[in-house]
């Protein structure tokens, strides 16, 4: 006879600022939380429900604020050991320039560099991470295995964008013909990586998603049945699109249209699709993105960093369009952290058309919370803190030097400095406390990722 399950063991937390982020952005000067199990049971203004039974902990959370985990809608990992170089460049110098190492990495290397990433996001704050991984050199191992055992070791909630590049320097694209897969060979790959990892579950920990690299890598091919793929499978499709003027000018001299056109025409728009940057949009291409629903993954500091221009979220959040935040690849984003980001997202749109009413903190919340749970296609079970939902929160200390005389917690964490996180919790464990993680050694992946940083250099210097 099968014993009787367990009652779920419930943490309370008392005496925070909360800022649910919810559909009416529900905010307690004084809250608590519970947890029971991985999903939050409730949470309120004042003191938690008396006699609660099977509570294992609980937490005096004075002097904090408590928002979702922070959501991460674009990355590429395995750049963590190419940081720093190509300083100085465009998009497309930048990709020439680092392509030929790229194309050295091997499943150690990867690994490593997966651990540096997913350590740097998830002590700021991150529990819901992506990586966009489309480099595959022939005979490099189980990459996608390394990526997502990274993440699974960590305690993060994860999705792979199973990425891939077919057009190269011989077909008009811009990576080395080495550096790419075969158009059938992609396919047949991603498949196989969303059959092997792929979960559909409310409280899934690994999703994957069909991810062509961007249109200056793909064949036309490639991403029109990588869309057929993703919808015959079930999962979500993720590219880059719309980053630089150059990139509008190589999809008119090839494709005779605008990149937003060119992904209409082959089927790479939906609901079931996001994008990065989209930072080169007219009016017309945020009504086809809000028409179809399609989501963005706004990465403010890569575009600064690469000098690609300023992405018009307000348009877009105006437009309806779901928008999330993104690190992305820390070869153009070298801090690696999605905190900073929601100040940057505020900071950089500032400097466009809307100026001081371009977003404010809480919008820049929601971008880098609910908004990226939205893209992800997650927002039903992640990105706010709502009775039922799972337990994915952060408490960030805003009583010290950094914050305690800013008049508002939610100003505090966005305009402020970056605010230490006292604990970080996914899938109602922690796996953070006092800005240390607590599933990984940090200093291991630090030596280890300076180690695999020389060797790949060491090899492409070689090559
Ligand atoms: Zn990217």
């Given at each position: 006879?099968?014993?009787?399950?367990?009652?779920?063991?419930?943490?309370?937390?008392?005496?925070?600022?909360?800022?649910?982020?919810?559909?009416?952005?529900?905010?307690?000067?004084?809250?608590?939380?519970?947890?029971?199990?991985?999903?939050?049971?409730?949470?309120?203004?004042?003191?938690?429900?008396?006699?609660?039974?099977?509570?294992?902990?609980?937490?005096?959370?004075?002097?904090?604020?408590?928002?979702?985990?922070?959501?991460?809608t674009h990355?590429?990992?395995?750049?963590?050991?190419?940081?720093?170089?190509?300083?100085?460049?465009?998009?497309?110098?930048?990709?020439?320039?680092?392509?030929?190492?790229?194309?050295?990495?091997?499943?150690?290397?990867?690994?490593?560099?997966?651990?540096?990433?997913?350590?740097?996001?998830?002590?700021?704050?991150?529990?819901?991470?992506m990586d966009h991984h489309y480099?595959?050199?022939?005979?490099?191992?189980?990459?996608s295995?390394?990526?997502?055992?990274?993440?699974?070791?960590?305690?993060?909630?994860f999705t792979l964008a199973r990425g891939s590049m077919d057009r190269?320097?011989?077909?008009?694209?811009?990576?080395?013909?080495?550096?790419?897969e075969t158009t059938e060979g992609a396919l047949a790959a991603t498949e196989e990586t969303v059959k092997k990892h792929h979960d559909a579950s409310f409280?899934s920990?690994t999703q994957v998603a069909v991810a062509p690299c961007s249109p200056?890598s793909i064949s036309t091919e490639l991403l029109r049945e990588g869309a057929a793929l993703g919808r015959r499978l079930g999962v979500r499709m993720h590219t880059h699109g719309s980053?630089?003027?150059?990139?509008?000018?190589?999809?008119?001299?090839?494709f005779?249209m605008?990149p937003t056109d060119y992904f209409e025409s082959t089927g790479f728009l939906g609901e079931d699709v996001w994008m990065a940057?989209c930072?080169?949009?007219?009016?017309?291409d945020?009504?086809a993105f809000a028409r179809t629903k399609t989501g963005v993954a706004?990465?403010?500091?890569?575009?600064?960093?690469?000098?690609?221009?300023?992405?018009?979220?307000?348009?877009?959040?105006?437009?309806g369009v779901p928008?999330g935040?993104?690190?992305?690849?820390?070869?153009?984003?070298?801090?690696?952290?999605?905190?900073?980001?929601?100040?940057?997202?505020?900071?950089?749109?500032?400097?466009?058309?809307?100026?001081?009413?371009?977003?404010?903190?809480?919008?820049?919340?929601?971008?880098?919370?609910?908004?990226g749970a939205q893209v992800l296609g997650r927002a039903d079970n992640?990105?706010?803190?709502?009775?039922?939902?799972?337990?994915?929160?952060?408490?960030?200390?805003?009583?010290?030097?950094?914050?305690?005389?800013?008049?508002?917690?939610?100003?505090?964490?966005?305009?402020?400095?970056?605010?230490?996180?006292?604990?970080?919790?996914?899938?109602?464990?922690?796996?953070?406390?006092?800005?240390?993680?607590?599933?990984?050694?940090?200093?291991?992946?630090?030596?280890?990722?300076?180690?695999?940083?020389?060797?790949?250099?060491?090899?492409?210097?070689?090559?």
């Open positions: 006879m099968a014993a009787p399950s367990a009652a779920p063991q419930r943490i309370v937390i008392e005496n925070a600022a909360i800022a649910t982020v919810d559909a009416q952005d529900t905010e307690y000067a004084s809250g608590y939380l519970v947890v029971a199990g991985n999903r939050i049971e409730s949470l309120g203004a004042g003191k938690a429900p008396e006699n609660l039974e099977n509570v294992v902990r609980r937490i005096d959370a004075t002097g904090h604020l408590i928002t979702p985990g922070l959501v991460n990355h590429h990992f395995y750049q963590w050991i190419t940081r720093g170089l190509a300083t100085d460049h465009n998009l497309f110098n930048w990709l020439v320039a680092l392509y030929p190492t790229w194309a050295r990495i091997d499943e150690q290397m990867v690994r490593v560099a997966a651990q540096g990433s997913l350590a740097m996001m998830a002590r700021g704050g991150v529990t819901t991470a480099v595959f050199p022939q005979g490099s191992g189980d990459l295995g390394a990526i997502i055992g990274a993440a699974s070791e960590m305690g993060v909630r190269s320097e011989k077909d008009g694209g811009l990576p080395p013909d080495f550096a790419v409280d920990m200056f980053e630089t003027v150059e990139e509008e000018k190589f999809c008119h001299e090839l005779g605008g940057h930072v080169h949009m007219n009016d017309s945020i009504a706004h990465c403010p500091s890569s575009n600064a960093r690469l000098a690609a221009g300023i992405a018009r979220v307000p348009d877009m959040l105006k437009a928008v935040l993104g690190v992305d690849g820390t070869a153009s984003n070298e801090s690696g952290e999605l905190h900073t980001e929601l100040r940057n997202a505020l900071l950089i749109n500032r400097l466009g058309a809307h100026r001081e009413s371009a977003l404010n903190a809480r919008q820049a919340l929601r971008l880098g919370t609910y908004g992640i990105g706010s803190l709502e009775a039922g939902k799972l337990a994915d929160f952060v408490l960030w200390k805003i009583d010290g030097l950094g914050h305690s005389s800013i008049a508002d917690p939610v100003t505090a964490i966005v305009f402020g400095a970056a605010a230490p996180v006292t604990a970080s919790f996914v899938n109602g464990k922690q796996i953070v406390e006092n800005n240390r993680l607590l599933t990984v050694d940090e200093d291991t992946i630090a030596r280890d990722a300076r180690t695999e940083a020389q060797r790949l250099a060491r090899i492409a210097a070689q090559a």
